[in-house]
């Protein structure tokens, strides 16, 4: 069978008065005192329905089409026409209309059709996609992530698929999940009297990623442009709307380029992908800025037609100290900062995007570049109003002998990165990258307030149902 | 800086006898008596290099053109000119040749220009990126996950993104690798002495998932058009070359689709990528053509030509039974079909790929679809020519007393199955999908003989480097 999706006939892809068969569930069912019943249609294919119209001559009128209730998957063939009424263009005079599957129970059917709060659709995330909200959120989220993936091909990056299961030991394992197949009620020992982790699956101890970068800096050090798009893991016990245990981060890595380079591609990317959103899902936009967030397609046209303000961390300091405001937090040079001082940079100071960059050393990473002030590393941070942070990034230290000594200040054995190390002695070259959380992404695009709500099924502290 | 890449150079982006900048590794470097040096640059951006000439009149001619070894990395600017020789079409005459990076002691350096073993390359994995097969493998990899993407979204699918980390207990826990906080050292006991997994992140006992389909279903059921394309994991102990712990499936989900539907998305998806294959990385194709495979473009476009051969199982074993071959796995009715089977039945029955389908219900899953004979059910897999199985999917059953007494015969409890249930008790519709290994498909279309040398870091027992 052929299915068509209702998307194309809305969309005037079928000819009219010619008879065409759709398939989908009912959102409602209205029923008219002259023995019509309207039923609206929804395939997941758009955020519109389709009206079919029933007639009471159709033969199970009063056994089956009568007790269609939200929710209920129906074939319907007929013939399409053109909409007398608002809304819709099209409609089909239903001359069929068969059930493929009742909703056991209407009565207690969690999807009936009425507003639900976000948490109660969080609690029945598998039934969640089939309301308004729920599609809207997927189409938007399929739509982004085709638009990266499509942005990052069109520039000539590659994308490639970095591990999750990690055996390097260099990436705090505190925040780590561990990975294994040993039996738990029976580890194995070493003579020692240590659990025996050559034992285990891969012969060692082993974790989930927290990022693909490390990984991926090997291939910007061989096809120049690369990428990842993929999961990652953090354990941290953070029960806030902007942590996930399990999300998805776009980490591009660029070869012969600078900071300056990595936060234009930034700026590059969060534009198209922008751009094509408002193109292609004008519908699950105009929804989500009618019951969700009122500026929300304003404040993605401010950053698609901004640019992108760049401001040194030390000059921000100097305006948060100088902007007579007082903060919860209070700043000084050296501190890293927090979201009120990140939003009034950019929603009040500027009043836009605002590229954040190169922050005291003390406060970031180990593979970032010093400086020529030798205080400050090449790190940025792009903060969008509305949200704050969006994605990080940083130019990477690619000279051996100031990565050694970086990594001994934080004590770091370089033993350990023995193959990160050998990108700087074999061909090193300047290098930049950044990671944008794709959740907050899809959140910041939809005016969603909780990333659990714009990510299939949410990885949470005592929360992994499904 | 914006930096140019070589793919375009050689394709004539830019004018001749201008000045231009390009940036990359030395493949090799070769002196002429005269006193010029011709050095092969490669960027990734394609497989071949460009040729600069670097003249001695350059000021850092001895001091450091003549020590570039292979894997340096350059910053070369000088004329571009149409080349006179063979081979490429454009030549750079070098006015500057800046050594962004020496390497570190080139008679140890594990990437020197010669030709490594594939098991060598391997326990290289983060510099095999730089080889010809590395880069070549990573660009069709890249290559073909762009084209199932483009394709589906052409097709109107939503990419979904389904949970690693999985609290279900219905998939085969032998097969899966645990994913814990808890302190191995000090293990939190319940009252009964047993390990206390309410102590762990999730609150609860989790894993990696081995497939994304149960879940993908859920978005089925509500979008019509759906797939997946992530990581999925299998702790088995199986040291073959076609089996990895942690690899990358695409996996589409199709509502009111039967077995056949499946078979067909199945069938021009992998004509659609192999399409996009052969014309996008012309260049990588022929390299592997030459060098790994000599009959590896011919077989893509075998499949692109024909049109899969559908026969059910029960043809498929008569077939084998009087073949008059003998094998070493005999067959008969009810047995599951080995790699030697099926290639008997694609390469030298049908002589193209097969779609082998109806199989008997108790070598099949649960979640199958039970055809009217009550002994099969409605799955499938392709078989190619020269790989065997490469996409495995079925109807699934979305009938709930079918599928109650399906869990029943097979040990299954059906409370642990409850959400995936609700799909039946609520608008159940027929659904189809399937399940591509990703890597199984870059292997099949590069003629590479074993996965782990077409994921970046292959992840198998007793290896999780890097």
């Known amino acids: 069978?052929?299915?068509?999706?209702?998307?194309?006939?809305?969309?005037?892809?079928?000819?009219?008065?010619?008879?065409?068969?759709?398939?989908?569930?009912?959102?409602?069912?209205?029923?008219s005192k002259a023995g019509i019943s309207f039923l609206a249609i929804h395939d997941g294919s758009c955020f519109d329905t389709i009206q079919a119209i029933a007639p009471n001559e159709l033969n199970n009128y009063q056994t089956e089409i009568l007790k269609l209730t939200a929710g209920a998957s129906v074939k319907v063939t007929g013939i399409l026409v053109e909409s007398p009424g608002d809304g819709q263009s099209f409609e089909i005079q239903a001359t069929a209309v068969e059930v493929l599957g009742f909703v056991e129970d209407p009565d207690?059917?969690?999807?009936?059709?009425?507003?639900?709060?976000?948490?109660?659709?969080?609690?029945?995330?598998?039934?969640?996609?089939?309301?308004?909200?729920?599609?809207?959120?997927?189409?938007?989220?399929?739509?982004?992530?085709?638009?990266?993936?499509?942005?990052?091909?069109s520039k000539g990056?590659?994308?490639?698929?970095?591990?999750?299961?990690?055996?390097?030991?260099?990436?705090?394992?505190?925040?780590?999940?561990?990975?294994?197949?040993?039996?738990?009620?029976?580890?194995?020992?070493?003579?020692?009297?240590?659990?025996?982790?050559?034992?285990?699956?891969f012969g060692k101890e082993t974790f989930l990623t927290v990022s693909g970068q490390l990984n991926?800096?090997?291939?910007?050090?061989?096809?120049?442009?690369?990428?990842?798009?993929?999961?990652?893991?953090?354990?941290?016990?953070?029960?806030?709307?902007?942590?996930?245990?399990?999300?998805?981060?776009?980490?591009?890595?660029?070869?012969?380029?600078?900071?300056?380079?990595?936060?234009?591609?930034?700026?590059?990317?969060?534009?198209?992908?922008?751009?094509?959103?408002?193109?292609?899902?004008?519908?699950?936009?105009?929804?989500?800025?009618?019951?969700?967030?009122?500026?929300?397609?304003?404040?993605?046209?401010?950053v698609i037609n901004s640019d992108f303000v760049r401001m040194d961390y030390t000059?921000?300091?100097?305006?948060?100290?100088?902007?007579?405001?007082?903060?919860?937090?209070?700043?000084?040079?050296?501190?890293?900062?927090?979201?009120?001082?990140?939003?009034?940079l950019a929603e009040e100071h500027v009043g836009g995007p605002v590229v954040l960059q190169n922050y005291p050393k003390d406060i970031k990473s180990f593979y970032m570049r010093l400086n020529d002030d030798g205080k400050t590393v090449a790190a940025m941070d792009i903060l969008a109003p509305g949200i704050g942070e969006i994605v990080g990034g940083s130019q990477r230290e690619e000279r051996l002998d100031v990565l050694d000594a970086r990594m001994k200040e934080m004590d770091l054995d370089p033993a350990d990165y023995s193959w990160y190390r050998d990108l700087r002695r074999y061909g090193t070259v300047p290098h930049s990258g950044f990671g944008l959380g794709f959740e907050r992404l899809v959140a910041y695009a939809t005016g969603m307030q909780n990333v659990r709500d714009v990510i299939p099924f949410p990885r949470t502290p005592k929360n992994a149902a499904y």
């Open 157 to 201: 990056y590659y994308w490639i698929s970095t591990p999750l299961i990690t055996g390097s030991d260099c990436e705090g394992a505190g925040e780590m999940f561990r990975v294994s197949t040993l039996d738990m009620e029976n580890l194995p020992r070493t003579e020692k009297g240590d659990i025996d982790y050559s034992e285990d699956f």
């Open 315 to 344: 000059d921000a300091i100097e305006i948060l100290e100088n902007c007579g405001k007082t903060f919860e937090n209070p700043v000084s040079w050296g501190v890293d900062l927090n979201s009120e001082h990140e939003r009034y």
């Open 1 to 31: 069978m052929s299915v068509i999706a209702i998307t194309d006939v809305l969309a005037g892809k079928y000819p009219v008065n010619e008879e065409i068969t759709v398939h989908g569930w009912i959102r409602t069912r209205r029923d």
């Open 216 to 302: 991926v800096e090997t291939y910007c050090s061989a096809l120049s442009k690369v990428y990842t798009f993929g999961p990652t893991f953090r354990a941290e016990n953070s029960n806030t709307s902007r942590h996930l245990a399990e999300f998805w981060m776009v980490e591009p890595e660029i070869a012969f380029a600078d900071l300056g380079d990595a936060a234009t591609l930034a700026e590059e990317m969060l534009k198209y992908v922008f751009s094509a959103l408002l193109e292609e899902r004008a519908d699950d936009m105009a929804f989500f800025q009618q019951r969700v967030d009122k500026t929300v397609i304003d404040r993605l046209n401010a």
């Open 108 to 153: 207690t059917y969690p999807m009936a059709a009425k507003r639900h709060s976000i948490e109660f659709l969080r609690e029945h995330a598998h039934l969640r996609p089939r309301t308004n909200i729920g599609g809207a959120v997927t189409r938007v989220r399929n739509c982004l992530a085709q638009a990266v993936h499509r942005f990052m091909h």
